[in-house]
T-cell receptor, first 110, second 111 residues
């Protein structure tokens, strides 16, 4: 069956360190993959999009990698701050529909 | 451009009633998707509309329905409400296959 998986457990990271979140998928061949941030009670906010022919994408302290052989994307936040604490969702496109992971809750401790 | 707007923001209904939620997408966006999110759960896809046609549908019962108007505004309707329908309902719009822009959501409570 087709599925997209993210770490279900919360990720606790010390402020200043790099946080790395994982998104794995099976039985899809997405043209691109997206990452979003969601704060409690609010809608997700788009962060980064990476295409299948791109190995890495950066935006300020954020970096995303996309390995279509491993069927995996990694999302990195460098120099993490308590304000980065949120749930991070990955999504891939399948037949005009975005398929979403359940999200990983990231907690940055001061 | 103005962002995606949803009305109402909060709603309290009782079991058996029906409810209609509204979404106004970003100007120029023809695709509108609806999602249900319950505490601790990911986004559950309800349906997607494009140019007034339902293009995709998730695995929800027929009590959940939607439509899109010629100005791309969309509504979703839930009939015969059940307690389990209590959730945050999110609408998102996008242009082409780019990122989705989400509205603030409608918090529905069914008593």
């Amino acid at each position: 069956s087709q599925k997209i998986e993210q770490n279900s457990e919360a990720l606790n990271i010390q402020e200043g360190k790099t946080a790395t979140l994982t998104c794995n998928y099976t039985n899809y061949s997405p043209a691109y993959l997206q990452w979003y941030r969601q704060d409690p009670g609010r809608g997700p906010v788009f962060l980064l999009l990476i295409r299948e022919n791109e190995k890495e994408k950066r935006k300020e302290r954020l970096k995303v990698t996309f390995d279509t052989t491993l069927k995996q994307s990694l999302f990195h936040i460098t120099a993490s701050q308590p304000a980065d604490s949120a749930t991070y969702l990955c999504a891939l496109d399948s037949n005009y529909q975005l398929i979403w992971g359940a999200g990983t809750k990231l907690i940055i401790k001061p | 451009k103005a962002g995606v707007t949803q009305t109402p923001r909060y709603l309290i209904k009782t079991r058996g009633q029906q409810v209609t939620l509204s979404c106004s997408p970003i100007s120029g966006h023809r695709s509108v998707s609806w999602y249900q999110q319950t505490p601790g759960q990911g986004l559950q896809f309800l349906f997607e509309y494009f140019s007034e046609t339902q293009r995709n549908k998730g695995n929800f019962p027929g009590r959940f329905s939607g439509r899109q108007f010629s100005n791309s505004r969309s509504e979703m309707n839930v009939s015969t409400l059940e307690l389990g329908d209590s959730a945050l309902y999110l609408c998102a719009s996008r242009e082409g296959l780019n990122e989705q822009f989400f509205g603030p959501g409608t918090r529905l409570t069914v008593l």
